[in-house]
């Protein structure tokens, strides 16, 4: 599939300020090749790229005081096949490779230990991709998708009691299901071909067999035209946008269209 | 520094478990060398080492039931200058490296972003290493050191609260305070000289200027005698052991002894 | 249904501490009759009675140090006709009486405002009585009775995730679900004509149509022989025994015997 | 001194739903008396008064959809005289009327419990009223008084971590301390003489020796121009206005004034 991207954010700074941008397809993602990609300030700020220390993607460091804007065009050749996990087995803990191993673990929106009599309970009788698969169904079913259900400080315990939220929480929900019956589990920031309305996207990636897995509980996008940005333990590691200091949004778009 | 470590854990495991052992010197530690060191398990179970995806350290798959018993012997030689950060300065986030990154964020037990204001005010007359050595001095002069205070899960934010705790409640709070600050910091377990009773420690690393420096705001071991044993984002990465089911404690010891 | 109830209480405290005791049978609850009930302390400390400021029960203040040793003992009749309350409706708030109005509000243990949409998708079809009564079956279908798998830092919310807890749980998620939808629910103490093994024992109590209903969604004992004695927002209010210092527990018996 | 008080709340409810008031000058307060007072619906709706089952004032149930619109007038003989409570002693537990008794446990918002080190540590040393007074010295120097920093969910442990919010957050963290010293403690709502801006104020009601005593740790109105509202544990008791459905704030207003 051949996707342009256009992304815009626009935003009012009151003080100069530091602001971190995770909003590029990845250039490591083996599904995917980034003909071309191209991130412009409008006012100029120099842009500081860093790798990450480990997944996927790559951060962006500028600064901004005043009116911010900032556009990023991408064009990109996603080749996907969207396998069908049912039958993929869990790897052993002992044969996880180091780059698997902390996806195991709770983090501070998946609060995974928690939910370990849950899961055991609802999903015990099914094995690997199966109870991945049953789990992505129950969050499916038992969330409403709400605009402004929850905020930054929402985690997937609080998704699990108020059954409302958006996509950070149906992935949060998952991957602390997934985590809790010892299959690692991260989150993928994304855009996302189809998605209605536009709008940055975010999944969970599961670690199945031979390799990770990104499913959508939230059913909004085809896995085919998924764009992952950056990967993450959770919503802390894969913000498109942090400002470190007070800002207004002006206008913020995303686009994805197919041109083949 | 010269040291000899011996560890020994002995647990009762009911049902055959998967189990993670993070208990090795860092052998990619710059500040030391592990001239030896050998991993045993009494019952002739197989160890899987797996490199850390970020940060330093190692950790090692095996698996138990019944009586289980694991013990490491080991020499390093530890040639750590101690540093007086009280002058260094506070990286610019567009000059972290990728390492240090994910350590300005809030993590499951070091809620960072909730002490903004609180580390404003206390500490927002100080820069660089000296704000760091007066959050340092805070967090000593104003928890008492309570063994059976804390728990699995008690974070920063319950410490805060209950001004109580032991080394990795110390970490916890010291991690979360430079974070609020915009300094990098993680938490690092050590097998400590002169530690006592002998016991596995925590103490926090903070991003200064040149690279990672270790702080103990309980101030029970000198840095000098410090062998690091792996590093996370808080205690989630880093427990010396995680046994994957029920298991009974029969027996732990540390030793830590300086040969010259 | 002639019940004789006998309570011992053996503590061994630190040093001179208050103690707050619930333990006595109530004299105010309309289905039973207190015949006699003596409360005595082996040490002879005094013993200080104060009304309850709302709701069923007594409370009694004494002192103790050292070895400390309370015993209850009384006979009760209880006279209650357990109703069906599947055909009862709820009460409009305008028709509520002073006295339930507290009861539809979130508590510290019981956090009904977050269980709103929970409680709408899941038991909306329902109306009254029928209502709680799903919510019932639904409590004691979803959690396991653990012993040990809650703490005096259990709430509602926590139960909800773990799915595992004790009597208080039970009665607390009851609580939450009811006040949820709008139902004033209150929690009570009570003593429990074979419950096995024998212990204090808690329930909920909702405010339908006429009056307060008790609902045990542990179904472990019989509504007529509970015993009430002392009723609460939850068990923030009706611990049987609040020590002010640090105390050891020696030895703890609840007998409750059927004479007729 | 003689009070004019005049509250206007107008709300545009979406579908019909119960509303809760509790906005009438306490007719049972002894340091005041309500000369005339009177609440009116702009669209007639009945109006049901409740009496609290425990503590000040009243409750009133009415409906409303649509605009909603409700009126309070009232003028207030105000005859307080505060007493300066440095030289009053606690109350021994075993002399605690009945009404007193509950306010020494946690609440919702007033985690008392989690602040017994810190209280122990901070005010040990001090007794009685002068302890109160040097906790609501405390909260005044410790917090900034910001708009918008909390919100319906934020409670006492919150805001000793942000050390920010209104008058609400400044009394549960008083309330905390107080009954974490053992010393009995509930919220007021009032109308304030001499507050800027003009709103619904917030105030903590400490019982010492001979009875409550009002503290407003925001020190933004002075006591003697206080007219208690109703009392509660916490905010969840007090809440000058609940509507049980959707609604959009129109206009509200508080006005009082001095009259003589």
Sequence with gaps: MHLSIHTLLDYRIDA??????????????PTQRVIEGRMTVATG????????????????????SGPFRVEYRATVDVERTVQDIAGLGVTPYADLPGEAVPYIWPSRYCQS???ASF????FGDLEGGA????????????????????????GAADTFISREGICRDYAHLLIS???????????????????EPQDFHAVAEIW?????????????????????????RDATDIAFMTIFGRADLQNQMVNVERLD
């Design 119 to 122: 899961v055991a309970k609802q």
């Design 177 to 195: 299901f997934a985590r809790a019956a010892g299959i690692p589990a991260r989150m993928v920031s994304a855009y996302a071909w189809n998605l």
């Design 16 to 29: 100069e300020a530091d602001i971190l941008l995770q909003i590029e397809a990845a250039a490591n993602e």
């Design 208 to 232: 199945l067999e031979d390799g990770w897995h990104m499913i959508d509980a939230t059913r909004m996008a085809p896995i085919e035209g998924l764009v992952p940005i950056i990967t993450g």
């Design 113 to 115: 230990d928690r939910f």
């Design 131 to 154: 109870k991945i698969l049953a789990m992505a169904d129950w969050v499916h079913d038992q969330l409403d998708y709400v605009i402004g259900a929850s905020d930054g400080d929402t």
């Design 45 to 64: 700020s120099e842009l500081h790229p860093v790798p990450v220390d480990a997944g996927l993607g790559r951060r962006t460091w500028t600064r901004g």
